[in-house]
């Protein structure tokens, strides 16, 4: 596709811009019988944002991955700045100036925040670390980025938005001409994408090249000077940014019309119905301070706020999972004590969907089933016996009420796409029966399609009754769900929304978090 | 991305699935068991004579009953190093108090000293965090003495004429101990496959902070293992010193490292959360064949330390490629 190249120009012309930053022709990767990538000619120019798009299998991160050099294409050849990429090889990509910055972290927890940052490439004097230049690099980076990290911070005891920025900071300093970047705002909060945002545009007027994956479409379109959208391994169209819109890329990706961000159908609730949950004083020494609200059943609270807000710690602590935790708890009407371990929060009839799917939530050498079952294995025990056939067919109902596709039942987690892996932890915390369903971060890093499921099946368990708490970063998606919002900051309740008498704006939620308007005083 | 594309060819269905590649990694240990059972017979052909197949099995016996319970620890992510101590106690008190307390008293005191020494190792490592390599390592020294300390470092020969019968006697024409190493592997791959206990020890093994977060009382089953592997060893150690007629301190000898080792060759992950217990039955099988076969050739067991031990490394080795292409 080489209209991408012939547009939009790079501000600055030179012999060196004349190159592409890279040509790929004929790239196809089979995985098995399976076409991931299926002939993909794309060639970018230098000096440049480029966005790749596409659900979940459709291959653009496969595409990446090969460019990274962590994936080998079964056919096909790519010349990154005019030379031949040597396949599979990591190290033989940063020598031709490729720099990947990866969704997963790769953070070593027990290093420091410095450390990590300068991990495999640490400035040095005749052998000898310097750490003065470091820490006025580290220094200087923070600035850039408008984060504050303390250098000798244990990067294991970080939120994991710093840990993404470490991350960041890692690939962008290594001094590489074409970065990658996959799906890099995952997990951070809006001001801290903004900084991101912001070095991604100096460094385009550096002159390098940059190409992001993304499943956050506004932000593709607020950056990218040219977006690429993938469709089941095939390359559907790749245009500058002014030929696209909202609606002209997702009806590429999907290959048919979407409706954008309808609000979930709610069902009428009955008016004054007892509170399902009451909590009140709820206090994590550090995070959370004084919380109290109630859970109509039936109702979806949204719980808006920044990252480091206490959001997720609030979770926690009603999960029985913060034995530090304190405060009191009223269930239909019944008091209940603290919940110091999961199983008693469970018993009192709550369950957790925790944020990290793959480090809380899964189990993922075990088969989808096993993990769905896993809450209340009581339930598929006969006579003392586990069955594979009782636990089949018990986790096939869970599988149909979240639109995971039964034949997959006994797929080995690890080999699921997020959104399945996600439909999957869903349906284990559903599995227990509880009357309260907390979620924390329901549709992280996962596509449009499953998004779209996993946000209908929790509105339907909503109108059976369920008490639902959504916890995300995403403030769209908390709005887009919620009847209520609460919005936490700085560990405290600042402020309530009720959205029954009209949806608020991701502007409201943050002049709430921020403390501007009503709440200042 | 490429994951989800892989579990699509992965359950692919049709004839080329069960001749894939991933088949063959998978029940790899299968084929090379088969292979060494045809090598085997050509080398000694008495290999399949009854006679020598209660040998082999009646001397894997001990070895096998703890490898069975060793494979537990190992999916749940752990180690048992003290597993030879606690064997040579079981050994030493069993054969010391075969003349005071009978042989059901003895079996009785040693199955006491067997809990006792599991729940230590399970308090420790559950509730001391302390990594269960270093628990281990120091309980087994502690139990090795012990054991040392209690029989004086004499062998301790009981007068019972009855003694030998959990090594030696015979029912339906098979040794005692072969029944009993039957029975401890069709308990032990039940369990692990068919409980609620079983699947829990796999979850906490997989991802501890999944199985907590899912109600799972993880330090109660993650102790739990470590009594299990406590028992099987006293229950080896009693076998052992009943075959030879007598309990010494330094019966154990490199128990730990074997059982680790017949599970490790099997295909169970030293990393926790995957593995079976039919694999351990075939590691145990496969070094017992071996052992077998070279020792009727009269090789030297110098030699066949050298060849255990590459088999263990590429065992591991082809375990972790295994894992790699299937990713």
Redesign the interface.
């Known amino acids: 596709m080489t209209q991408a190249e012939a547009r939009i120009s790079p501000p600055r012309a030179g012999a060196a811009e004349a190159l592409p930053a890279f040509a790929a022709r004929g790239i196809t990767?089979r995985?098995?019988?399976?076409?991931?990538l299926d002939h993909i000619d794309l060639t970018l120019a230098a000096g440049q944002i480029h966005a790749l798009v596409g659900e979940?299998?459709?291959?653009?991160?496969?595409f990446l991955?090969a460019l990274a050099g962590r994936?080998v294409p079964s056919e096909g050849e790519i010349t990154v700045f005019g030379q031949p990429h040597v396949f599979g090889n990591p190290r033989e990509a940063r020598r031709l100036g490729i720099g990947t910055i990866y969704q997963e972290l790769t953070i070593i927890p027990r290093l420091s925040a410095v450390a990590n940052v300068f991990l495999g490439q640490p400035l040095s004097r005749a052998a000898i670390l310097s750490e003065a230049a470091m820490r006025r690099e580290f220094h200087d980076l923070c600035l850039r980025f408008d984060v504050s990290i303390r250098p000798d911070a244990i990067a294991g005891t970080l939120s994991t938005a710093d840990q993404q920025m470490l991350e960041i900071m890692r690939g962008v300093r290594s001094g590489a001409e074409l970065l990658l970047f996959d799906e890099p705002t995952t997990s951070l909060a809006p001001p801290e994408r903004e900084g991101l945002f912001r070095v991604m545009r100096q460094l385009r007027e550096q002159g390098k090249t940059m190409v992001l994956v993304s499943h956050n479409l506004e932000e593709v379109l607020a950056l990218a000077d040219t977006i690429t959208v993938f469709r089941d391994g095939k390359l559907a169209r790749s245009a500058p940014r002014a030929d696209w819109t909202k609606a002209t890329m997702v009806h590429a990706m999907v290959g048919h019309e979407v409706e954008e961000y309808r609000r979930v159908a709610r069902a009428a609730r009955p008016a004054g119905a007892a509170p399902l949950l009451t909590v009140k004083g709820v206090t994590l020494p550090g995070a959370c301070e004084d919380i109290s609200f109630s859970l109509q059943p039936g109702e979806i609270l949204g719980i808006g706020g920044l990252v480091g807000s206490g959001r997720s710690s609030l979770l926690r602590a009603l999960?029985g999972?913060e034995p530090k935790s304190r405060g009191e708890m009223i269930i239909e009407g019944h008091g209940t004590p603290w919940p110091a371990r999961?199983?008693q929060s469970?018993r009192a009839g709550l369950a957790?969907v925790?944020e990290d799917r793959k480090?809380?939530?899964?189990?993922?050498?075990?088969r989808a089933m096993?993990n769905i079952v896993?809450?209340?294995?009581?339930r598929v025990?006969r006579a003392?016996?586990?069955?594979d056939s009782t636990i089949a067919s018990a986790s096939r109902q869970i599988a149909r009420e979240f639109g995971y596709a039964e034949?997959?039942i006994g797929?080995?987690v690890?080999?699921?796409?997020g959104g399945?892996q996600q439909k999957v932890l869903l349906g284990?915390a559903r599995f227990?029966d509880p009357k309260i369903l907390m979620v924390d971060e329901p549709t992280r890093g996962i596509d449009i399609g499953a998004k779209d499921e996993i946000m209908s099946t929790l509105r339907a368990l909503a109108d059976q009754g369920m008490g639902i708490i959504v916890v995300s970063s995403d403030l769209e998606e908390v709005i887009q769900i919620s009847d209520r919002i609460l919005v936490m900051s700085h560990g405290r309740l600042v402020d309530e929304i009720d959205q029954s008498k009209g949806p608020a704006t991701v502007s409201d939620i943050l002049n709430s978090a921020f403390g501007v308007d009503k709440n200042a005083n | 991305m490429q994951t989800e594309a892989q579990a699509h060819a992965g359950t692919g269905g049709g004839f080329s699935r069960y001749f894939s590649r991933d088949m063959l990694l998978q029940y790899g240990v299968v084929w090379a068991f088969a292979l060494l059972l045809i090598l085997g017979f050509i080398a000694y052909p008495r290999l399949f004579a009854l006679q020598n197949l209660q040998n082999i099995l009646s001397q894997a016996a001990p070895l096998g009953i703890v490898a069975v319970a060793m494979t537990f620890v190992i999916i749940s992510g752990g180690f048992d190093l003290s597993v030879a101590a606690i064997f040579a106690l079981g050994a030493v008190v069993f054969a010391g108090h075969a003349d005071g307390l009978g042989l059901w008293g003895a079996a009785g005191a040693v199955l006491l000293i067997s809990v006792i020494c599991g729940v230590i190792n399970g308090f420790i490592i559950t509730k001391m965090k302390v990594n269960p390599f270093v628990a281990t390592l120091g309980t087994g020294s502690i139990f090795g003495g012990g054991a040392f300390l209690y029989s004086n470092s004499a062998p301790q020969v009981p007068d019972n004429f009855d003694f030998g019968i959990l090594g030696t006697e015979r029912f339906l024409g098979w040794p005692i101990s072969i029944w009993i190493l039957l029975a401890v592997f069709v308990i032990g791959a039940f369990v692990l496959a068919r409980t609620v206990y079983g699947r829990s020890l796999y979850a906490l093994g997989g991802n501890e902070e999944a199985a907590r977060l899912s109600g799972i009382s993880v330090d109660l089953i993650r102790g739990s293992a470590y009594v299990l592997t406590a028992v099987c060893a006293g229950l080896g150690g009693m076998i052992l010193s009943s075959r030879l007629g007598v309990g010494q301190a330094d019966m154990g000898g490199s128990l730990a490292l074997d059982a680790i080792a017949v599970v490790v060759i099997g295909g169970t992950s030293l990393l926790g959360g995957e593995g079976a217990v039919w694999r351990t039955a075939i590691g145990l099988l496969i070094i017992a064949t071996l052992t077998n076969v070279f020792d009727s050739l009269a090789i030297n067991t110098n030699v066949q330390q050298v060849v255990k031990g590459v088999i263990v490394i590429f065992a591991v080795a082809l375990d972790l490629y295994a894992r790699r292409v299937r990713r």
Do not use: E, F
């Open positions: 990767k995985y098995g019988g399976t076409l991931a979940n299998g459709a291959g653009k991160s496969t991955g994936v999960a999972v999961p199983r469970m957790l925790p480090a809380q939530g899964l189990v993922l050498s075990m096993d896993m809450s209340n294995m009581g025990m003392g016996i586990l069955s034949h997959r797929t080995i690890r080999h699921l796409s399945n284990k227990s």
